[in-house]
């Protein structure tokens, strides 16, 4: 992993003029989701009318600014390494309901995944290469110990409890994070069970694909990374193959470009 991922909130750099992608290449893109009006309007501009609907949708005003922001980035990330007009592309979903570009807006074979919690989204983008990238933030106050014991593979149950119990929250959301990562690179959602696989995740250990029941040749397959975001989130990366260069980028607004 390249070192941009282990610095903290403030350090990520803004992209280069000249955005390109070699194979191998894993560019992780992202936004605070807490934006003035005019990148609002400006983001909401870029979408086309059927976003904008799912975005209205949303009950809670700052549901809808922060869909609209992160969908914003999508298209301006997306255009600018096809070099199309963002609110020309156009996506299809697969049977689980993973976006993709639609191929005929998709010269490249670019691959990309989306994940926001709390006030960041982080976006993952990379050529060919299949991929889950997962962002949670820390609550402290999250019952994360009976949500492992109900839903975790033993191993990780195991694991979690065999951790001084003041580790056991931070420790969760690493293992949570890493498991969503893998759910959404499956494009499986809640069809995959959670114990079905295992993941590292205690202090000290590698992050790692351990075990999948239905196909062990699954754990060759795939490559785990943690993204360090800042003080309270998790992030992590599930991608195919083994050898990545990864770097991370704080999205710029349309209105500074």
């Given at each position: ?20 992608l ?13 934006q ?17 609907a799912r975005?209205e949708?949303?009950?809670f005003?700052r ?8 969908h ?6 997306l ?7 963002p ?31 709390g006030d ?5 983008v990379?050529?060919?290469?299949v ?8 609550r402290?106050d999250?019952?994360g110990q ?16 065999s951790?001084?119990?003041h ?17 959404k690179a499956q494009?499986?959602?809640?069809s995959l069970p959670?114990h ?10 590698e ?11 699954e ?13 309270g989130?998790?992030?992590?990366l599930?991608?195919e193959?083994?050898?990545?260069h990864?770097?991370c980028?704080d999205?710029?607004?349309?209105s500074?470009?």
């Amino acid at each position: 992993m390249s070192r941009e991922t282990d610095h903290p909130i403030a350090a990520w750099p803004a992209p280069p003029a000249e955005l390109s992608l070699a194979a191998g290449d894993v560019h992780i893109w992202r936004v605070g989701l807490l934006q003035p009006d005019p990148v609002i309007a400006a983001c909401r501009a870029l979408l086309p009318g059927d976003e904008i609907a799912r975005a209205e949708r949303f009950y809670f005003e700052r549901d809808r600014c922060r869909f609209l922001v992160s969908h914003g980035m999508v298209r301006t990330v997306l255009g600018r390494y096809l070099g199309q007009e963002p609110k020309q592309l156009q996506f299809v979903h697969g049977p689980k309901d993973k976006p993709d570009l639609a191929p005929e807006w998709n010269s490249l074979g670019i691959k990309f995944n989306l994940s926001h919690s709390g006030d960041f989204a982080l976006m993952g983008v990379s050529m060919g290469l299949v991929m889950g990238i997962d962002i949670e933030q820390i609550r402290i106050d999250f019952g994360g110990q009976e949500i492992a014991e109900r839903f975790f593979s033993r191993y990780e149950v195991d694991t979690l409890l065999s951790l001084p119990q003041h580790q056991r929250a931070e420790a969760f959301f690493y293992c949570w994070t890493r498991k969503e990562a893998y759910i959404k690179a499956q494009g499986e959602g809640l069809s995959l069970p959670l114990h079905s696989f295992d993941v590292t995740f205690a202090p000290g250990t590698e992050p790692a694909l351990l075990r999948v029941a239905e196909d062990p040749k699954e754990v060759a397959r795939w490559k785990l990374y943690n993204i360090e975001i800042g003080p309270g989130y998790k992030a992590a990366l599930m991608i195919e193959g083994q050898q990545h260069h990864l770097r991370c980028f704080d999205w710029q607004p349309p209105s500074s470009n």
